[in-house]
């Protein structure tokens, strides 16, 4: 129970790319600043670094997972018995995870990477700033998660228009 709380924290506070939980090491992470240093493998990734922010939930969860974590001589944070979760891990722990919410429609990793795009997005966060915050290296390929449908649309151009009275 205590890894899941601490990989659900990680893995969508984090934005993490498919394969990013299974090369987070314990080193990469600095308690005092509430960060960790992440390596991605994924398109443009390719070991290139990135900083992950966590909140202070997300840190305590993490230490009382550490704390509880299997013994054994990997350095990755998320193990099992077997060793380092892998990537086909993270898939069942996350459709046991949408199971018990009755989540229905997508929940693979990728998919919650772009809901914590979108909701970034839609508290007010800028492009840049999100694409930065996911490790994209280019806004062309951020703006693939910011899809909007044609009322979403609408409401926006309402709220940022320059004119006052368009905003009624």
């Known amino acids: 129970m205590v890894q899941t709380t601490c990989f659900q924290q990680h893995h969508f506070q984090s934005a993490s790319a498919d394969s990013q939980p299974t090369v987070f090491r314990r080193w990469c992470v600095d308690f005092k600043t509430k960060k960790a240093t992440v390596r991605e493998k994924g398109k443009g990734g390719k070991g290139k670094a990135r900083t992950v922010y966590m909140s202070p939930r997300t840190v305590q969860a993490l230490k009382a997972y550490l704390r509880e974590r299997p013994d054994c001589d990997s350095d990755h944070v998320f193990v099992g018995t077997r060793g ?85």
């Not at 800028?126 to 693939?144: F, I, K, P």
């Open 84 to 168: 380092p979760l892998t990537e086909s891990g993270i898939y069942l722990v996350l459709k046991r995870l949408a199971l018990k919410a009755h989540v229905h429609g997508r929940y693979n990793p990728h998919a919650f990477r772009h809901g914590w795009a979108r909701g970034a997005l839609e508290n007010g966060a800028d492009l840049g700033s999100v694409a930065d915050l996911m490790g994209n290296t280019m806004q062309v390929t951020q703006r693939y998660y910011a899809r909007w449908d044609d009322d979403e649309l609408q409401r926006k151009h309402r709220e940022v228009s320059w004119l006052p009275h368009d905003r009624d």
